[in-house]
């Protein structure tokens, strides 16, 4: 596809990144003369109205929201059948391979981006929106260090759109996903306030306070164990901070900040102790580095397999729902996956609705957009990923 020229307008110069739903180009707009980054919808999922009416309320939502600190929306389309959305390509890299080049950040550095996520966040929730899978590589840093909020595709405004999504539903990456979203309850703003909990426990650790080998596995975590101790995995950190991160991460989210303008505002008042600077003017002051080789290659842990998959495909949305349901209601913990029952039980089959990657080291480069191949029962066609040491 790199360029090949979308609407008449979009010329595809290189891809960003792909997921399991759509995949991200960097383009040239012809009629402006600028930069773009084009997001296209996967052709296996064009057919599909369900997904095709998500991708356009990603277009309609994110256009409304105008904040210095969210990805701008300049477009949205079709061509040849090919849902696509145009937005304001940022040149720098995201949180993800920040904390993959320096490890765990000064606390300081980590608490001004975690404010500036949370003050977009905060805003979007003003205007009805929730964002659902807020995870580092979705906060991106420009050149300047300033944080960009993006991917708001599978958000959902509240107290609407309620029949696209139906409870019971999970959608999220594990790695960042609620109790509530686990066990495939409703969301609310509160989602959002455990997501960026956990983002900010691995900007502040250099980890993820719940690994896993799989998505059902990290998920029954989220639901079933408590957080580790923040001040065990970074004993400099403030006791103040690894208060408000534990309160962001409360099974319940009744028990969490009131909204995420609450916790962003004990962010500051975390920040404030640390003195120096002001709460109320926080600035990504460091400036980000453009990343020098893809993601994956600087993890010392993943290697490059061709012709292996990994150990458990995701089956997506209702497939994966069942699965975490199904465990809670035989009061499964998801720790000792051997002793499950077996034969003689009696069920309802769960039918696909699509397979998608799992990407525990959160690198993006799973190819997603091939894994429909593991499954279609055509052994011409086939999927590669990565496969990572123990």
């Known amino acids: 596809m790199i360029g090949e020229v979308i609407a008449g307008r979009y010329e595809l110069e290189a891809l960003v990144g792909s997921g399991g739903m759509s ?62 959305i145009v937005f304001e390509y940022v040149e720098g890299e995201n949180l993800k391979q920040l904390v993959e080049r320096h490890g765990q950040l000064p606390v300081r550095r980590a ?10 966040l905060a805003f979007a929730h003003a205007h009805g929106l929730v964002h659902r899978d807020v995870k580092p590589q979705n906060v991106l840093l420009d050149v300047e ?44 703003p509160a989602t959002d306030v455990y997501a960026l909990g956990v983002v900010l426990w691995e900007l502040v650790t250099g980890e993820v306070p ?32 690894a208060a408000a991160i534990e309160r962001a991460l409360a099974k319940d989210p009744a028990r969490r900040f009131r909204s995420m303008k609450d916790f962003a505002a004990e962010l500051r008042a975390c920040l404030a102790e640390l003195g120096g600077g002001d709460p109320e003017q926080t600035l990504v002051s460091m400036p980000a580095a453009a990343p020098k080789a893809p993601a994956r290659t600087m993890r010392r842990r993943a290697r490059r397999s061709r012709g292996r998959l990994l150990a458990a495909a995701v089956v997506a949305v209702a497939a994966v729902a069942a699965v975490v349901a199904g465990v809670l209601a035989l009061g499964g913990s998801g720790t000792s996956p051997g002793h499950g029952t077996s034969g003689g039980g009696t069920g309802t089959p769960v039918a696909l609705r699509g397979v998608g990657d799992y990407d525990p080291q959160g690198s993006g480069g799973e190819h997603g957009e091939t894994a429909p191949a593991a499954t279609d029962g055509d052994p011409a066609t086939s999927w590669y990923t990565e496969t990572y040491a123990s």
Do not use: C, W
Request: net charge negative; aromatic share 6%.
């Open 210 to 241: 719940f690994p896993g080998d799989n998505f059902v596995a990290v998920a029954l975590r989220h639901i079933n164990e408590p957080p580790p101790s923040l001040l065990a995995a970074r004993p400099d950190a403030p006791p103040r901070l």
């Open 145 to 188: 260090g300033e944080v960009k909020v993006t991917d708001f595709g599978i958000a959902r405004s509240l107290g609407v759109d309620r029949g696209v999504t139906q409870t019971g539903t999970v959608l999220g990456t594990s790695t960042y996903i609620s109790p509530e979203q686990a066990g495939g309850k409703p969301v609310t």
């Open 23 to 84: 995949s991200v180009y960097r383009a040239h707009d012809r009629l402006l003369d600028r930069r773009v980054a084009l997001k296209i919808l996967h052709e296996h999922y064009s057919n599909d109205e369900e997904y095709v009416e998500r991708f356009r309320r990603e277009a309609r939502a994110v256009a409304q929201l105008s904040h210095p600190h969210i990805v701008t929306v300049i477009d949205r389309g079709a061509d040849d059948g090919r849902q696509f």
């Open 111 to 120: 608490l001004e981006l975690a404010i500036a996520v949370a003050d977009a």
